[in-house]
């Protein structure tokens, strides 16, 4: 059977939907969901087997010519990206270094800039405090994309913890993001920042000295500027970091690294004061949001904002 052919304008959330829609079908053993999952799924299945969400999104991208999910998500996006000028929304998968990454975009009507929020390991895009601090950026009027810098598998065997701890592994993928980023027409003349997380941030600070000449600003909440520390002397962007007074050791160590910096950049180090290390407290999350958007908004200094 040929392959299907993508409309013009796919919508992934529909295919979600049918894939949750041929798990139910193939459980309830209807004939024509059972020969799709036949032809399509790229192993046999044996009777007993149950039918997972996994198995049908295989089966839904193998029916369009795709070899797998991932590859069928990153293809509806790069579809979406490619229509026009208008931003996406939402999940899309970005390929670097012949990996798919996971990245969360959220568009203003009007954005005055956009921040890239990387992430690594266990403190990823859906953890509670760098989905508030993406939320408000965007209230705030700035295009936050969340991305994770390790994919999940990579998060489950990394029980040691050597990639997220990786800093040039981390680095590398963030100036693929950005290198991607700068191709997309919806991105042109919007000033770039970087907000970091533990790992992240030190991959932040990494990934600017790479390309100083799109990088406007970086914020490490709650990161590990330190371990950055080879590179800190070339980072030419203002930086803001974020930490907590409860975390004495990272406070100490982030209060440390800002003396790596060239005397003539601009830094600060700001402490909240009663908040630990990860600035998970709901007060010092929202504080720490608080300063990210006002350094972004003193340091990108959009050349025409957008409307979306």
């Not at 309830?28 to 020969?35: G, M, S």
């Not at 991959?203 to 600017?208: K, Q, V, Y």
């Amino acid at each position: 059977m040929p392959a299907r052919e993508l409309p013009a304008r796919p919508d992934l959330e529909q295919y979600k939907k049918q894939a949750k829609e041929l798990v139910r079908e193939g459980r309830e053993a209807l004939p024509d969901a059972l020969a799709r999952l036949r032809e399509f799924h790229p192993r046999p299945l044996s009777g007993g087997e149950p039918i997972r969400l996994a198995d049908a999104q295989s089966v839904i991208a193998r029916e369009h010519g795709f070899a797998s999910w991932p590859s069928f998500v990153r293809a509806i996006s790069e579809n979406k990206i490619s229509q026009g000028r208008v931003a996406p929304q939402g999940e899309i998968l970005v390929r670097v270094d012949h990996t798919d990454l996971a990245m969360d975009i959220c568009f203003p009507q009007i954005a005055a800039g956009a921040v890239v929020m990387a992430t690594a390991g266990a403190c990823g895009r859906f953890h509670p405090r760098n989905l508030y601090v993406a939320k408000t950026l965007c209230r705030n009027g700035f295009a936050a994309l969340q991305v994770d810098l390790m994919t999940e598998d990579e998060e489950l065997n990394d029980s040691n913890q050597d990639l997220a701890r990786n800093i040039g592994f981390l680095g590398r993928r963030l100036v693929g993001i950005t290198e991607w980023l700068t191709q997309q027409t919806w991105w042109a003349n919007l000033s770039l920042g970087y907000w970091g997380s533990a790992t992240g941030a030190a991959a932040a600070l990494l990934a600017s000295t790479v390309r100083p000449d799109i990088l406007r600003a970086i914020v490490s909440s709650g990161g590990r500027a330190d371990l950055a520390g080879p590179w800190l002397w070339k980072v030419k962007s203002p930086t803001l970091i974020v930490v907590g007074s409860q975390g004495s050791v990272w406070m100490n160590l982030n209060r440390t690294a800002t003396d790596w910096f060239s005397p003539n950049i601009n830094r600060r180090l700001e402490i909240i004061a009663g908040a630990s290390q990860s600035l998970t407290e709901q007060p010092a999350a929202e504080r720490s949001a608080e300063l990210a958007c006002g350094w972004f908004r003193e340091h990108l200094c959009a050349q025409g904002n957008q409307e979306r």
